[in-house]
């Protein structure tokens, strides 16, 4: 890691000359000019903000310089992609930031589904960006003291940085480094808030952890970083975002999570998207299973303009076990690019890829996977299944699968299936006394169930209604 | 007597399906208790009749009126047929994967009764019930609907659903078709058990042999679309004996 961090002389001149050249000294008054743009002092200033370790601020400039120089994929919906300006976007939103903006500016359509979900007033607020606190520290307060007995450590990224760098230090970025694409660069550059989960060896997280618990403005974040170890024999079960619509006024989020399972590990990650629709959600999502590892992604896309992520798995020891469950819904104007991606490299390892996706009035839902096996991963057993459900003529759904087996002695099994809802079916349902809404509603709940019951009750519940309001076309 | 006597009355009805007139001139009324047999070989219309009724997006009525308690039929969908009372078990009953036997029945009898707290607790009771006598285990519940069904719990689950549902006619399409004879034992007591005695039942089926069973009032033996016969119990047993080509030769006027 040390090779990257080589200072950068014009890097370690910005904040000299800033009494003279802005005519203030400290980062607090920079971002209340609201600078929009990205380049190397807006980078600086995060980091000073962050009262940043130097490797860190360092590493930042680093993937700055590394985002510049990568061109734009040339792959998944280039005309949306390049239609991105950089330069008009905040790179960092401070928390007060968010407390500026008024209830009265949060779009019409977005309280409306907030009242259908019947969703609490305080709740809304948060949810829409209008206030940065949740009154919620309570639950959390004594939801943090059993943690902190067992030895687990949640945080959000940024404080854990700072109080346990030697654990940050050793894993950050090595899963995910910033040459892997130039979001991924992009990320490493200007990110903020996130998850820092440990785990200590043979703990077992009996309740799932949720990003909603540790409230702050940044979970919002356009830009999370997440970094989640489990330690030999430990268990969690994490989960981000949630239902109910989040409004945010960035438009481009991009978050990277890595995940490191150790010997035995299991880890869970669970992520319901559901931003409002004029977000582009690049993400970057991978994850690394030692032996006798197992890892879950289990992934819902409801929201957002244009979705970009395939969650991988790295299956690098002798019995580890990768599991992505993915369900993707594009309604009018919605492209989820989603997918998979699974490699393995060692002898005995298994993987199962379940993509299931609904597209409806106009919307472009599309699979992209990659199965790779490595000679040496013997005696491994791949299953993929993705469905596509094309709800009327104008809806688009692709499939972009790719498989590279150099194994012998291997067992892969693909298999997908496009279908539309079958007027038999809804006969069969309307001829029992459904109204075809609810018969419709029917069949689509049926189709993405090896997706719902995976999910704790009160998400299968909420996602339940959340599909039913896509289907009305109430939803903005 | 007036349509509004009968449960179901239907008078001189035409079906078309794919531009092919397949059912001729159909007049039936059944009245409250009543249970009535439609045979005829297979490509009589039979089923499109049936289908057609229930309202099948594929099957148009061209002519005639039927009515279900006075109420005109014709001018409604599938939904309000269903609603109004009108139940058709499937001769191929549809899959509908991820979706299990106890949310489908639960999301019909919400879209009839309501949702309320009662409702819920006498459901699952009666469901219960109900498994009990069609002779299913209690896991059927969790199963999704038809998915993986073997043709007797697909005929068994179309008969449940009629139990729980009540309607006030019950079309049974070849309900008998594909089932050994314990099978056929069992999902005749269905029939006869879930009835409260006020329904009307039309039994469209080939063989005479659930007959036996599920004893019909009337018989009507259907050819190339018309009822060619109509009479007792009795004639179900002569078509046994006889077969179709009798009738084809010796049609005479509704007994």
């Known amino acids: 890691m040390a090779d990257i961090l080589e200072k950068n002389s014009t890097v370690a001149d910005i904040g000299e000359d800033y009494e003279t050249k802005y005519g203030f000294s400290d980062p607090e008054e920079y971002f209340m000019k609201g600078a929009k743009g990205l380049n190397h002092e807006v980078v600086e200033m995060i980091s000073r903000m962050k009262k940043e370790p130097e490797w860190m601020r360092d590493f930042r400039h680093e993937a700055l310089d590394i985002f510049l120089s990568k061109p734009m994929p040339r792959w998944g919906n280039t005309e949306l992609l390049n239609s991105i300006d950089f330069d008009d976007i905040f790179y960092y939103i401070r928390p007060m930031e968010n407390q500026g903006k008024s209830w009265d500016d949060v779009p019409e359509n977005i309280k409306k589904t907030f009242d259908r979900l019947g969703i609490p007033e305080a709740e809304k607020k948060f949810l829409a960006g209008v206030s940065a606190q949740y009154e919620s520290e309570v639950v959390y307060h004594s939801l943090k003291e059993d943690l902190v007995k067992q030895g687990i450590i949640f945080l959000d990224m940024d404080s854990g940085l700072r109080e346990h760098p030697e654990i940050v230090q050793k894993y950050f970025s090595t899963i995910i480094p910033p040459q892997d694409n130039k979001f991924s660069a992009l990320n490493s550059a200007v990110w903020s808030g996130g998850s820092f989960i440990y785990v200590p060896p043979g703990v ?82 991978r994850a690394m299973a030692y032996k006798n590892a197992t890892v879950e992604w289990v992934d819902g896309n409801i929201g957002s303009k244009l979705t970009m992520k395939y969650p991988s798995i790295y299956l690098v020891g002798e019995g580890a076990k990768g599991e992505i469950l993915s369900i993707a819904f594009a309604g009018n104007g919605q492209h989820q690019d989603a997918g998979a991606k699974v490699i393995h490299s060692a002898p005995n390892t298994s993987s199962r890829i379940t993509s299931k996706s609904i597209s409806k009035a106009g919307g472009r839902a599309s699979y992209r996977g990659l199965v790779k096996v490595y000679p040496n991963a013997l005696k491994s057993k791949v299953s993929v299944e993705c469905d596509a459900l094309l709800i009327d003529e104008a809806s688009r759904s692709d499939t972009y699968p790719t498989m590279e087996i ?29 109204s075809e809404d609810e018969a419709r509603l029917l069949i689509i709940n049926g189709f993405i169930e090896p997706f719902t019951k995976e999910l704790p009750m009160e998400y299968a519940v909420e996602l339940n209604r959340l599909i039913e309001l896509e289907m009305e076309g109430s939803v903005g | 007597m007036k349509d509004k006597d009968f449960v179901f009355a239907c008078h001189d009805i035409h079906v078309e ?137 697909k005929k068994r689950l179309e008969i449940l659903q009629m139990a729980m549902l009540k309607p006030k006619i019950a079309i049974l399409d070849e309900t008998d078709s594909g089932l050994d004879i314990d099978a056929l034992k069992v999902v005749s007591k269905g029939i006869n058990s879930s009835t409260s005695g006020d329904e009307a039942i039309l039994l469209v089926t080939h063989y005479q042999r659930i007959l036996n069973y599920v004893k019909p009032d009337r018989v009507h033996v259907m050819i190339d679309g018309k009822i060619a016969r109509s009479g007792g119990p009795e004639l179900a047993l002569h078509l046994e004996e006889h077969g179709y080509d009798w009738m084809k030769q010796e049609p005479s006027p509704v007994a």
Request: with cysteine.
């Open chain 2, 17 to 153: 399906v794919e531009g092919k007139e397949v059912v001729k001139g159909i007049s039936l009324e059944i009245g409250r208790g009543q249970k009535h047999a439609l045979m005829g070989p297979n490509g009589s219309g039979k089923s499109s009749f049936a289908n057609a009724l229930a309202g099948h997006p594929n099957y148009t009525i061209t002519s005639g009126q039927a009515y279900i308690e006075g109420t005109n039929l014709l001018e409604m969908d599938a939904t309000e047929r269903s609603r109004a009372g009108l139940f058709l078990a499937f001769q191929y009953p549809l899959a509908i994967p991820g979706v299990t036997v106890a949310n489908f029945l639960r999301a019909a009898l919400k879209a009839r009764n309501g949702n309320d707290e009662e409702s819920l607790r006498n459901f699952r009771k009666e469901l219960m019930e109900k498994f009990q006598l069609l002779e299913v285990d209690k896991s059927f519940a969790n199963r999704y609907v038809n998915d993986g069904f073997s043709g007797g719990e």
């Open chain 1, 406 to 434: 150099d194994a012998d002695d291997v067992r892969i099994e693909h298999e997908a299936r496009v279908s539309k809802v079958a007027e038999e079916q809804l006969f069969y349902l309307t001829s029992r006394g459904l």
């Open chain 1, 204 to 285: 077992d997280v009996k309740i799932p952890l949720q990003a909603y618990f540790r409230i702050n403005a940044q979970n919002m974040g356009q830009f999370e970083r997440t970094l989640i170890i489990a330690d030999k024999g430990s268990r969690v079960h994490y989960i981000e975002g949630c239902t109910a619509p989040t409004y945010s006024t960035n438009s481009l989020h991009s978050a990277v999570v890595e995940l490191i399972a150790l010997e035995g590990a299991y880890i869970r990650y669970t992520t319901i998207q559901n931003w409002s629709h004029n977000i582009f959600n690049l993400v970057t999502k």
